[in-house]
């Protein structure tokens, strides 16, 4: 039961969804991280266009992770509170398909480098 003597949820339940969400974020700045530093470090790939557009996807892939850890937590929060089941995440499989783009780049880069 979710519920205790009120109207606030058991405070367990909340300290969790805002742990998933800082997991979220983590995420979205380890992407964002990786997007500029692919950009701005100097590489070992020749093709300045190849390494851009993979910062770029790098990029929008952060801000897509960041933006669905927002949707997510306050579609969890407005569930916990009342009393209902948890909402499905759409992001999930849009990151997946995102980061396999992302690693089929970053492959033919390096295969035009060989």
Request: hydrophobic share 55%.
């Amino acid at each position: 039961m979710t519920q205790r003597g009120g109207d606030e949820p058991d405070y367990r339940f909340t300290l969790a969804n805002e742990r998933t969400f800082l997991a979220w974020i983590r995420t979205a700045l380890a992407l964002l991280a990786a997007g500029v530093g692919v950009v701005a470090l100097p590489g070992r790939f020749s093709n300045d266009t190849g390494r851009r557009v993979l910062g770029v996807m790098l990029v929008l892939l952060a801000c897509t992770a960041a933006a669905a850890a927002y949707r997510r937590w306050r579609g969890n929060d407005r569930a916990i509170r009342a009393d209902l089941p948890l909402p499905r995440s759409q992001a999930v499989p849009v990151l997946a398909v995102g980061l396999v783009l992302v690693m089929l780049t970053a492959f033919a880069l390096v295969l035009a480098d060989i």
